[in-house]
């Protein structure tokens, strides 16, 4: 086993309790015990309780590549239908590459951290532009896509080539830090890199795909963040917060900061023959290459009214008069909280006009679907699906 150019000579095997292991690099704590059961007892419970899922069905590195996408932050129940959905309607990275923007990030829609599909549509216009339609099999050359970074890099290569890199995920960091009861603050970039330097020591390298995708098994399906499995876990002889009896104090993570909550007043503007006024957000934002009803922050001092006449006039140089709140909409995100009050306006004056030159389009309200949304506004527009079949006097 080598790590940075050197043997990792293993210890003796320790007497259980363990100590806590405060220390860095983590490869010191390394025991033959550990190698045991690492490279033998996982692999041989993995392939006893492997789940069946389609992106274990398959040995094309683009599908790989997708799932891996797909399950960043998101669960695997959640990812399973969208990746059913996205390999029908791109089922080879020429595919992709050839859709354009809008069509990847309708198929998308809902699974939610929309820089996930502009970045993989951007690599997949790499990969058949530079290395001729195959995905990278070469760290230095998949870590060069957009939207790949160690991580995905390692499962990539790992699962799709047999290249022994080992992943670091959320998942895989809980399990070392238990096994090991480490109890450095894994947010801390030197804790990560001790991380990634004990998965490397530990990966089997003979099988990495295996190796990798059993971790991530065991964090996701027995070693989880509440009220983990112990006795069922083929680590548990050499885990040390097991035998402290506290997995749940790892891993440790500084605490965060409260997240903030914004109050954003959503303009729904409807000309003369009662289209709808949508406009896409710059790519280079958050949700970016998504449509949505214009609007935006309320500032101090301001009602919500005076928000929504302000932000329509800022950003689209127009004048509306409000007609009265159609809806409202809490909604959260990984780093805050929005709730959308969304005003029915009609316009009065002015042709809409971008501030930053992004499309614009009036559309019927049956034309929606047509159009990429982020989850709070395809609830408003749920909201004017209801109103259309439950009008009110005003509507009548």
Known sequence: MRLEGKTATLSPTPTLPYPHTPILPYVDALTNAH????RQDLLTWFASVKRDMPWRRTDDPYRIWLSEIMLQQTRVDQAWPYYERFTEAFPTVEALAAAPLDTVLLRWEGLGYYSR?????????RVVEVFGGTVPDTYDDIITLPGIGPY??????????????????GNVMRVLTRVFALADDISSSRTRKALQALADALLEPAHPGDFNEAMMELGAMVCSPSAPSCPTCPLHTVCAASAKGTPEAFPVKKKKPPVPHFDIAIGLVFDDAGRLLIQRRPEDKMLGGLWEFPGGKQEAGETLNET?????????GIEVEIVDLFHRVNHTYTHLKVTLHAFRCRLKQGTPTPREGQPIRWVWAEELDDFAFPRANRRLIGA????????TLFDR
Request: aromatic share 4%; charged share 30%; hydrophobic share 45%.
């Open 308 to 316: 929504c006449r302000r932000e329509l006039r800022e950003e689209l």
């Open 384 to 391: 004017l699906a209801d109103r259309a079949h439950n009008p």
């Open 152 to 169: 995905t890099a390692a499962a990539v290569l790992s699962i799709a080539y047999g290249r022994p890199h080992a992943v670091l995920d």
């Open 117 to 125: 599909a502009r970045n993989l549509h951007k690599a997949a216009k």
């Open 35 to 38: 190698q045991r059961a690492f």
